[in-house]
């Protein structure tokens, strides 16, 4: 019996760090869902977008949305620019012919303390979609597209 505390001492940090790769892709995975539903969202121009968006830090297509979205001075102005966003998204996205259906291969492509990087391909080329969290929220900080 006193010679069974060796191998479980050498055995635990394994076991401890098996469980925070598991916590990290449960997490990671939980992100990619929360990225999916947010983008689907905002591609069909359902105001519940909104929610899901970190506007002080957004970045979309290349462009500080952040940087504008904070020099707005009154809460009702913000709200307005948080609407014409999500409106004017969904708007271009259709009119460019996507529809969020046609995306597929859901995936984490990165995953650190920091943030999550979510991927998805279309025929048109490949969404990316940053999650972070802030306040003890996780937000959608960055979409992107390649072609």
Known sequence: MKYLWFPLAVAMPFAFSQCEKTANKVASRADMSFAKNTFEALA?????????IDWPTFQAMGQDVGAAYVLIPSETEKANFQQAFVSQFAAGFRQAGGTP?????????????????????????????????RDGKERVSGLGFIR
């Open 44 to 52: 069909r121009g359902d105001a519940k977008a909104r929610e899901s």
């Open 101 to 133: 259906d046609k995306f597929e291969n859901w995936r984490v492509s990165h995953h650190d303390d920091l943030k999550t990087e979510v991927a998805a391909d279309s025929g048109g080329g490949t969404v990316t979609i940053t999650v972070t969290e």
